[in-house]
């Protein structure tokens, strides 16, 4: 996982991103420019495809109506960016992306051992790329401080069934989920990996 932390911080760098939305067509026309690949948006895929990528020609295409929300379409697009970055290529010639490949919450409930690799490593780059470690680290913890939370014993950010914890998740999700413009379901997904979110067994 941190030599893909590594890829990601590294195409950030490179683009000037500092802070905020990802711009991810910067980061297209950057690819176009030094390797050739293309990327489509608003392709009309086979049904249940938000993506695809296709290698030699290098060619990604992205179905914006099956997406249907710019947040999934954004991390659609990451997606299949992590495969070209991962070198899949080496491995698969073409490989497209269900609804259910971009499930995180679905995907982080089954053992790695059951999930295609390629496809873990692919979600893991997008949530990478879209929410970088250092800057959303600032803003989580920017968030806590306008929330006034601190550990009471239950670690920073803790997630039950009390209204009041409930609240507290979703206020700060939002927040970052307009910050840098991806699902609640990454945000929480990060948040859980990087240890900053404690949950309930039971919620």
């Not at 695809?52 to 947040?71: C, H, K, M, R, V």
């Not at 992306?97 to 893991?124: G, P, S, T, Y």
Request: proline content about 1%; aromatic content about 12%.
């Amino acid at each position: 996982m941190k030599d893909i932390e590594k890829v990601t911080s590294f195409i950030l760098s490179t683009v000037g991103y500092q802070f905020g939305q990802v711009p991810l067509d910067k980061i297209c026309e950057l690819l176009e420019e030094q390797f050739g690949l293309v990327v489509v948006r608003n392709f009309q895929l086979d049904k249940g495809v938000l993506g695809q990528i296709s290698f030699g020609p290098d060619i990604i295409l992205i179905d914006d109506y099956q997406a249907s929300t710019q947040e999934r379409t954004r991390f659609t697009l990451a997606h299949e960016l992590g495969h070209f970055f991962l070198a899949h290529q080496a491995f698969i010639a073409r490989e497209t992306c269900h609804e259910e490949d971009i499930d995180l919450e679905r995907v982080e409930r089954m053992n790695l051992k059951d999930v295609r690799r390629m496809e873990w490593q692919a979600n893991f780059f997008a949530s990478s790329l879209l929410l970088p470690v250092e800057q959303f680290r600032r803003e989580f913890f920017n968030q806590l401080a306008v929330h006034n939370l601190s550990d009471r014993g239950y670690g920073l950010f803790y997630l039950d069934n009390q209204r009041c914890n409930i609240n507290a998740f979703y206020s700060i999700t939002s927040a970052l989920m307009k910050k840098f413009y991806v699902s609640r379901s990454v945000i929480k997904i990060r948040l859980l990996k990087l240890g900053y979110l404690n949950e309930a067994e039971e919620v």
